[in-house]
């Protein structure tokens, strides 16, 4: 069974940093792109990020580049969003989500909560 | 980006109803277009991937169509588990795009 599991979440003053991660298991990671999605309250889905299966490429939304890094580790199976200068609108539940080849996403994980708030 | 735009965005139906909800994008996408249900605190599910293809498991009353900007899910005679939000994805460009949810309540 496909799993993905993320952790890290929490509260953090704007500014500060957070990395949140996605342990992946009941499939061959190291074979799969993988993508971050949020979620802000209330509000609609939006990309964030974009990993091909061993690292050697990312892509980032432009409202989040320069800030957050999408990086990976498949010997640990696992998925990472680095987040600096964090601000009050980087506040959303943040998804793992596996890429699926004829398109989109297939699986998610079910999110991890970041508030940036003072 | 490719603005994504999902009809309508909420619905009241009864079990047993049949129900439409729509997502039309900005510009053409092909077929580069799921539709997934999601239910709170739970991780959303894939229920038609490429417009119109069913995801291995997913019960065959959701069907999904179109191409080009307009697509349509479609569930006959809706049943208790399938009151929950709907949403749809555009993975045509980067960055992909989400509409912005049908949610699907009880009458």
């Known amino acids: 069974e496909v799993q993905l599991v993320e952790s890290g979440g929490g509260l953090v003053q704007p500014g500060g940093s957070l990395r949140l991660s996605c342990a992946a298991s009941g499939f061959t990671f190291s074979s799969y792109w993988m993508h971050w999605v949020r979620q802000p309250p209330g509000k609609g889905l939006m990309w964030i990020s974009r990993?091909?299966?061993?690292?050697?490429?990312?892509i980032h939304a432009d409202s989040v580049k320069g800030r957050f890094t999408i990086s990976r580790d498949n010997a640990k199976n696992t998925l990472y969003l680095q987040m600096i200068s964090l601000r009050a609108e980087d506040t959303a539940v943040y998804y793992c989500?596996?890429?699926?080849?004829?398109?989109?996403?297939?699986?998610w994980g079910q999110g991890a909560l970041v508030t940036v708030s003072s | 980006d490719i603005q994504m735009t999902q009809s309508p965005s909420s619905l009241s139906a009864s079990v047993g109803d049949r129900i439409t909800i729509t997502c039309r994008a900005g510009q053409s996408i092909n077929m580069y277009l799921n539709w997934y249900q999601h239910k709170p605190g739970k991780a959303p599910k894939l229920l038609i991937y490429?417009?119109?293809s069913l995801q291995s498991g997913v019960p065959s009353r959701f069907t999904g169509s179109g191409s080009g900007t307009d697509f349509t899910l479609t569930i006959t005679s809706l049943q208790p588990e399938d009151f929950a939000t709907y949403f749809c994805l555009q993975s045509y460009i980067i960055p992909w795009t989400f509409g912005q949810g049908t949610k699907v309540e009880i009458k």
């Open positions: 989500t596996r890429d699926y080849d004829p398109g989109g996403i297939d699986y």
């Open positions: 990993i091909n299966h061993d690292g050697t490429s990312t």
């Open positions: 490429t417009a119109s």
